[in-house]
């Protein structure tokens, strides 16, 4: 493909199956930094197993996975892609749900991961007003002390979204982060993911397209692991193979 | 940094159970000393005895409790390193017999002159020295669950494999320590002690300083415990237990966690060995049975698993229960504590513990008591994606 130094995420021929299947099949991307990617795409194109590819939850079997430019990610495990600064929500919202929701952005926070850094930790007068900067701008101010498990789904959701933003990451990968919003909840997720989009690089797999839209980013749309279509929303919806393999259906 | 971390333990349970051991410590054998035979608060030296040996189990349970309630890690082969602090302070033991064995060799233990060993073997070696012992008490244990951990935790071996292979661990133990030709005594184990620091094992003095130091050990192994739970290290365990997939992907190294966790765990499980050997006058490889390691995750299930309070409640009166049992209906003892197991895991997941805390929290809210609020067990821990 093109040229890799400058790039934030580089995908270059990558594939991998599972018992014979190919989940990713010659899987090439591109993102730069401080962009927007939405990627779409029919259930089983393997949006959520590129995520995994990145976040070094499976290996892929072929192809080239790099971070800004240079990181190997195939070599990496889960722990050392996150610290290098890759963050992930997770289509199904995954927080710690017998903890309250002040410790699960205690624990996302960037800070030093060590067993006894972790172990001696104090949060400074910085950290609390951070946790609490965040907890604004996902609207649980009042509901800190409360259990994880006591979120409404949409709101499990935005914790998920104040986790990665704590973890302050250079790059973000989000899952159908509006499943089970309301409206004004996805209206307010796209802003926010825009506003994070001006200082970071961020890769939204979606499948509502007026959030997708709101977003105004470039569309990609996945079909049986690798691209069909590249370009602006509606290029992208225009594609005659777009419309017969996924807008059709 | 060390005192925050302190400060941070002293939440105000585990002040107040400190305070009960502390106080447990200097009265239990005030109480026994102090107080004649006959007169009202005169406590037996047989008590004393039999409830130091009751804290040491209790302590084995709070440290079984911080991987397996905590990190998510059912060990059923914490038993291994009671035994091996055991065995550790029993050789020290051993040593300062002396001459008056049935052989009075002055260098040779009995059953090593009974084989027609010539000399000490070398990892007998040191062991005539208290301090000696007692750093071997930490480092045996911590070093095999250390190396042990390390394997597993970073293989990613899980839930039942892992829990079958502390069991394998465990056994092996067992068979190893059997042989007479280990040079530990075969069959019979180490016994006949006669002196602990220069001071007769047997003395109601020595046993009420036995006491004491157990309590005392509870004690501090609490404040550890209880520091580590309540730092943001005890969070990302608790993550770890729930969501071990999510948590690596927050940038924690899981398997370094459960190790941190896993060698402080066998290390109070070591200390609590050496502690039970001098009051129970014997250790034998019995002590490694897997059924023993079982039965220290029915104490820690009973009591509450995921607290502090929960294991050391749970050791005790399980073994009060059992002290009733074996005198009035031995036979029915195991049924008992197989069925009890059984109700516990089936009607009270959080154990004693939890019970009481559901009783004062539905007391307290009565609008809102299925609110738990504290990071407690999380019954079906749903794994992340
Ligand atoms: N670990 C796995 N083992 C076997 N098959 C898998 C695994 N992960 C994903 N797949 C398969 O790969 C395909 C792509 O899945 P996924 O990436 O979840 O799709 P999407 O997120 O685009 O809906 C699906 O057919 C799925 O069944
Ligand atoms: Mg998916």
Same mark, same amino acid.
């Given at each position: ?12 021929g ?16 591109i ?5 927007m ?16 590819i ?7 079997d ?50 030093p ?8 930790? +104090?949060?400074? &007068? @910085?950290?609390?007003?951070?946790? $609490?900067e965040? *907890? #604004?701008? /996902? ?26 933003l704590?973890?302050d ?12 919003m ?11 993911l ?6 970071r690089?961020?890769v ?11 977003l105004?980013?470039?569309? +990609?749309?996945? &079909? @049986?692991?690798?691209?069909?279509? $590249?370009?602006? *929303? #509606?290029q /992208?919806?225009a ?8 807008l059709?259906? | ?16 159970l400190v ?9 239990v ?23 130091g ?22 060990s ?8 091996l ?24 233990p009995?059953?090593m002159?009974?084989l027609?060993?010539?000399e ?20 045996v ?9 390390f ?15 502390t ?6 133990l ?8 280990m040079?530990?005594?075969g069959?019979?184990g180490?016994?006949d002690?006669?002196?602990i ?8 003095t ?65 200390i ?6 001098p ?20 104490w820690?299930?009973v ?25 009035a ?24 513990v939890?019970?009481l ?11 809102r008591?299925g ?14 994606e």
């Amino acid at each position: 493909m093109t040229d890799k130094t400058g790039t934030m995420l580089y995908l270059d021929g990558v594939s991998v199956a599972f018992d014979g299947f190919r989940a990713i099949n010659k899987l090439s991307l591109i993102v730069q930094p401080a962009e927007m990617l939405a990627i779409i795409g029919p259930n089983g194109a393997g949006k959520t197993t590129m995520m995994d590819i990145i976040t070094g939850k499976t290996r892929p079997d072929d192809g080239e996975v790099l971070f800004d430019g240079r990181t190997d990610l195939t070599k990496l495990d889960e722990a050392a892609i996150a610290n290098l600064g890759i963050g992930r929500k997770f289509q199904k919202p995954t927080v710690f749900e017998s903890q309250t929701v002040w410790n699960n952005l205690e624990m996302a926070l960037r800070k030093p991961r060590g067993i006894f850094r972790t172990l001696f930790y +104090t949060p400074s &007068a @910085e950290d609390i007003a951070r946790i $609490e900067e965040i *907890l #604004d701008i /996902v609207r649980l101010s009042g509901r800190k002390d409360e259990l994880a498990a006591n979120l409404s789904h949409g709101q499990k959701q935005w914790l998920e979204i104040g986790m990665l933003l704590a973890q302050d990451p250079k790059l973000l990968l989000v899952d159908e982060p509006v499943a089970g919003m309301t409206d004004s909840e996805t209206v307010e997720t796209a802003k926010l993911l825009k506003n994070i989009a001006l200082t970071r690089s961020v890769v939204v797999v979606e499948h509502d397209m007026s959030f997708v839209r709101d977003l105004g980013s470039r569309v +990609t749309c996945l &079909a @049986e692991g690798s691209v069909l279509a $590249e370009g602006t *929303l #509606d290029q /992208v919806s225009a594609n005659p193979l777009v419309i017969e393999r996924y807008l059709g259906r | 940094m060390i005192s925050q971390a302190l400060f941070r333990a002293l939440d105000r349970k585990a002040i107040w159970l400190v305070g009960i051991l502390v106080a447990l410590a200097i009265l239990v054998p005030a109480a026994n000393l102090l107080i004649p035979v006959g007169q009202p608060g005169h406590v037996p030296t047989y008590v004393v005895t039999l409830f130091g040996k009751y804290l040491s189990y209790a302590m084995l349970a709070l440290a079984l409790d911080l991987v397996w309630g905590y990190c998510g890690i059912l060990s059923l082969g914490h038993g291994a390193f009671f035994a091996l602090g055991g065995y550790a302070m029993g050789m020290y033991l051993m040593r300062q017999i002396g001459d008056r064995g049935v052989y009075a060799n002055p260098e040779l233990p009995d059953f090593m002159v009974f084989l027609n060993w010539q000399e000490l073997p070398w990892y007998w070696q040191g062991f005539d020295n208290f301090w000696f012992a007692c750093l071997m008490v930490v480092l045996v244990p911590g070093l095999l669950a250390f190396v042990f951990g390390f394997l597993a935790f970073r293989s990613r071996v899980t839930g039942v494999y892992l829990s079958i292979i502390t069991q394998a661990m465990t056994f092996a133990l067992l068979l190893a320590f059997f042989r007479n030709d280990m040079g530990f005594g075969g069959n019979n184990g180490l016994t006949d002690f006669k002196e602990i620091l220069g001071v007769p094992v047997q003395a109601a003095t020595t046993r009420g300083a036995l006491f004491a130091a157990t309590a005392l050990a509870l004690a501090l192994s609490v404040l550890v415990c209880s520091g580590i739970v309540n730092s943001k290290l005890g969070k990302v365990m608790i993550a770890a237990r729930d969501a071990e997939s999510r948590t690596r992907f927050l940038g924690y190294r899981v398997e370094y966690v459960k190790l941190f966790a896993f060698t402080v765990s066998a290390v109070i499980a070591g200390i609590a060995g050496a502690l039970y050997v001098p009051q129970v006058g014997i250790i034998n490889p019995g002590e490694f049975d897997p059924a023993n390691s079982i039965e220290v995750v029915i104490w820690t299930a009973v009591g509450g698993r995921g607290t502090i309070v929960g294991p050391i409640i749970g050791a005790i009166l399980v073994h009060m229960g059992k002290s009733y049992f074996t005198s009035a209906l031995p036979e029915l003892w195991l049924f008992a504590l197989g069925a009890l197991f059984v109700l516990v895991t089936l009607f009270l997941p959080k154990g004693i513990v939890g019970l009481l805390g559901q009783y004062r929290a539905a007391r307290a809210r009565p609008e809102r008591s299925g609110n738990q609020r504290d990071a407690g067990v999380d019954p079906q821990p749903e794994p992340a994606e």
